[in-house]
């Protein structure tokens, strides 16, 4: 690979590295030749996907961890340093919507549990912002580093029925851009901070609001295609270039940047 978008030995944290995203991310970047510090609350998926890192060849540990908890956090940073020494890469996947922020088709916001707002809310924005907080400072005192967010399209425009996850989503790419500036203005052009807008993918979080049981698409699903140009959902695959770009020293002079990766759905009035 041109070095001008290479990672090879790099240490890459990947929050959420349990997941399906997470996880597809962390396998691009143990074959681009990165050192992969998965992060996960859930012991079983962790060790899974650590094991499956390590079995492609890849250079990985894994180590449970509570984005929504500054001690937890601190932890897992004490265990990277000690095990290589630095961080050069922040990847904060862990994220996504839950069903009870998510409202049926006739129901109104004033149904919704405040509790579910709050979890996802905090899942989504503290998720980002306190690793950022704990990892970046690490960042900070080495003068170099790139953090990577996960925002959506829902933070460009109105998306009905998720009205948590929209308002967290619009605050991460808020943060982005604000952390950028900040990181740039005083510890230098080291570091930098950006983040990825997935347009519409299927996956389990989706599934049921996107897809019928018969596996035909739903309404909704209709209405995202007729404003999306490339007529299709993206591939969760999709994504790997994108954050790994970002990460790579093509990315120098780029921080604060939001990236669609949406087949053309910002764009796209409709008309």
Request: some cysteine; glycine content about 12%.
């Amino acid at each position: 690979m041109d070095k001008q978008f290479s990672i090879a030995g790099k240490v890459a944290l990947i929050s959420g590295a349990g997941g399906v995203l997470g996880g597809s991310i962390a396998g691009s970047f143990v074959q681009a030749g990165a050192r992969v510090v998965a992060l996960d609350i859930r012991q079983e998926p962790l060790d899974r996907r650590v094991e499956e890192l390590t079995a492609a060849g890849g250079e990985a540990i894994g180590i449970v961890c509570n984005v929504l908890d500054i001690e937890s956090l601190e932890k897992a940073a004490e265990k990277v340093l000690s095990h290589w020494g630095g961080i050069d890469i922040l990847l904060n996947i862990a994220g996504g919507n839950i069903p009870g922020a998510t409202l049926a088709p006739d129901q109104p916001l004033f149904d919704m549990k405040v509790s579910d707002w709050e979890k996802v809310t905090s899942l989504n924005l503290n998720g980002t912002v306190y690793p950022s907080m704990v990892f970046g400072k690490i960042m900070a005192r080495q003068k170099k580093g790139c953090i990577v967010n996960i925002s959506s399209m829902t933070a460009y425009s109105a998306v009905t029925r998720v009205p948590g996850y929209s308002a967290a989503k619009s605050g991460v790419s808020n943060f982005t851009q604000w952390l950028a500036t900040e990181m740039a203005l005083k510890y230098g052009d080291g570091i930098r901070v950006n983040a990825i807008a997935p347009g519409f993918f299927i996956g389990d979080q989706n599934r049921a609001i996107l897809l019928n049981p018969d596996g035909s698409l739903t309404e909704r699903s209709q209405k995202v295609l007729a404003k999306t140009p490339m007529r299709r959902f993206g591939d969760i695959m999709e994504l790997n270039g994108a954050v790994q770009f970002l990460c790579s020293p093509a990315a120098s002079f780029i921080t604060g940047a939001v990236l669609p990766i949406d087949g053309g759905f910002s764009a796209f009035s409709g008309v």
